[in-house]
Nanobody, 128 residues
Framework: GRELVESGGGSVQAGGSLRLSCLTS????????MGWFRQAPGKEREGVAL???????TIADSVKGRFTISRDNAKNTLSLQMNSLKPEDTAMYYC??????????????????????WGKGTLVTISS
């Protein structure tokens, strides 16, 4: 069956970096929309970064210039490089996949994309 397994979370100080990885099984990056989402305590889940099957990326304004999404087809791994981390980046981060294109259902939010499959998440904690 298909599976998404996140790793790389941890606790770092503000200004630091982390690299999240999502080891995928049963997915083809060439046909799936892949993404990273996060949910902070007491807040709704939000999209962080999307990587479409054609290589197009969409990055949330709140992390633009600091976070980079990428994929390694040979290793079946989706990554999220996070630099210049801030306390407000503290959240559970989830890897997600959907067989359709990364098409938003909300004109006001390009990261409002339905995703069919989700990993269990990896916790990121940033201290000030």
């Amino acid at each position: 069956g298909r599976e998404l397994v996140e790793s790389g979370g941890g606790s770092v100080q503000a200004g630091g970096s982390l690299r999240l990885s999502c080891l995928t099984s049963g997915y083809s990056f060439l046909t799936y929309c892949m993404g990273w989402f996060r949910q902070a305590p007491g807040k709704e889940r939000e999209g962080v970064a999307l990587l479409d099957s054609d290589g197009t990326t969409t990055i949330a304004d709140s992390v633009k210039g600091r976070f980079t999404i990428s994929r390694d087809n040979a290793k079946n791994t989706l990554s999220l490089q996070m630099n210049s981390l801030k306390p407000e980046d503290t959240a559970m981060y989830y890897c997600a996949a959907d067989p359709a294109n990364c098409e938003s259902d909300d004109d006001a939010d390009p990261l409002s994309v339905f995703m069919d499959d989700w990993g269990k998440g990896t916790l990121v904690t940033i201290s000030s």
